[in-house]
């Protein structure tokens, strides 16, 4: 359990592990069973639907007495707060006239909700009422109500999991998680996402530095992304290199999981530029369902255009002072210059339709193309 995971808009980090959970509901059953040993009657276990079903479930497989099983449903929290009243949603959902019952609740907190039960229970005509619970916040619990039996006792946080819910989810991890307050607010943080688009000579490089020191981002291109999983030699890193090695093409999943990676571990940063990602449609799709996981979406598309003959003449120019003139001749560059229309038309199209795309003149000069980006960046 070394993964946070997020419910709703709150982050929760490990903190009981199901090891230590069960051996508390070991505990708790061997007192039981003590109490309860050679007993002639059949006591009621009174499931307090629905955050304590995995407890009840865990603890009657280890009750070595004859019990049936009774449910009843109260809510008293209202995402993460008491509210202090104890709504019954249902019912005893049998009769506990005359009969033992122990009272199987998930976590204690103030107590209003065992003050209740108890006198729901006895005013159904119990004969004993006991109280079983798995958690106790001995912070918070002020009430004179004993409670006999207690897993466990916690600090006053917020956890989820073994039955225990954030707005009706999280119940079904087996470990326990506590509300992690700083990712929460990073996560709520709404982060700057921004593609970055233009044909070779644009000057994306150049643009790219100035956009990441000025808003505080992380540059993130695929190509320098796979050269550092590779020799980073993280499992995507391998799996890259294997494809590579072998002369295949690295697959959209394999990209799409170091650009996720990226955005779940780097830090400290405003947003991320990504340069060289999406590249076609699907992965435009991907991207937005990844973001959308988070409540995050794309900011805005940059895209530096120049007219394709300045292109050419920059490639050219480039290409000279590199000293690899041969390589820039007319036909590789107009044939570069066709891939990538090609390949961003579609693109241009998907983040224009959603209000996103924004197109820079690039043939000015260094400064004025940045200050043209810099005022299109301020609009989102
Ligand atoms: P009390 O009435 O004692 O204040 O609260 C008891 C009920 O509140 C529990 O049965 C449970 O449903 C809910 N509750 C209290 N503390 C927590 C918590 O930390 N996490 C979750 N998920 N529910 C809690």
């Known amino acids: 359990m070394n993964d946070s995971i997020i419910l709703h808009d709150k982050v929760f980090k490990p903190y009981l592990s199901y090891d230590k959970i069960i051996s508390a509901i070991d505990g708790v059953a061997a ?42 449903k109260l809510t008293s929290y209202d995402g993460v707060r008491s509210t202090g009243k104890v709504r019954q949603v249902m019912g005893l959902s049998g009769s506990v006239k005359g009969k033992r019952v122990i009272v199987v609740e998930d976590i204690v907190d103030t107590g209003n909700t065992i003050v209740d039960l108890m006198d729901i229970v006895l005013g159904e005509g119990a004969s004993d009422v006991r109280i079983c619970t798995m958690l106790l916040k001995p912070e918070v619990y002020k009430k004179d109500v004993k409670l006999d039996y207690v897993g466990m006792e916690i600090p006053n946080a917020f956890i989820v ?36 688009f233009g044909p070779p000579g644009a000057g994306k490089g150049t643009q790219a530095a100035a956009m990441v020191e000025k808003y505080n981002l992380c540059h993130i291109s695929t190509g320098e992304l796979l050269r550092k999983e590779i020799a980073a030699g993280s499992e995507l890193g391998l799996k890259a290199k294997a494809l590579i090695d072998a ?17 779940k571990t780097v830090k400290g940063v405003k947003g991320f530029l990504l340069d060289g990602f999406p590249r076609t449609i699907a992965q435009a799709e991907a991207l937005d369902a990844m973001l959308a996981k988070n409540s995050q979406e794309v900011t805005s598309v940059v895209s530096i255009m ?64 940045r200050s043209k980006i810099f005022a299109t960046m301020d609009k989102f």
């Open 31 to 72: 007192k039981i069973n003590a109490d309860y040993e050679g007993c002639t009657d059949i006591p009621v276990l009174l499931c307090v639907l629905n955050g304590s079903i995995v407890f009840t479930g865990e603890l009657m497989k280890r009750l070595k007495f004859n019990v049936e099983l009774v449910s009843m």
């Open 161 to 196: 999991g073994f039955g225990l819910d954030y707005n009706e989810i999280g119940r079904n991890y087996k470990d326990i998680y506590v509300l992690d307050p700083v990712a929460t607010e990073q996560l709520n943080e709404k982060m700057k996402y921004y593609i970055l």
């Open 247 to 263: 002369g295949a093409l690295v697959p959209d999943e394999v990209v799409e999981g170091m650009i996720e990676n990226q955005f």
């Open 306 to 369: 120049i007219p394709d003959k300045m292109i050419t003449e920059r490639i050219k120019h480039r290409a000279t002072i590199e000293g690899r003139a041969d390589d820039a001749n007319d036909a590789t560059i107009a044939n570069r210059i066709k891939t990538y229309h090609d390949k961003t038309e579609p693109l241009i199209g998907y983040y224009r339709k959603a209000g996103k795309y924004a197109e820079i003149d690039g043939t000015g000069s260094i400064e004025d193309v």
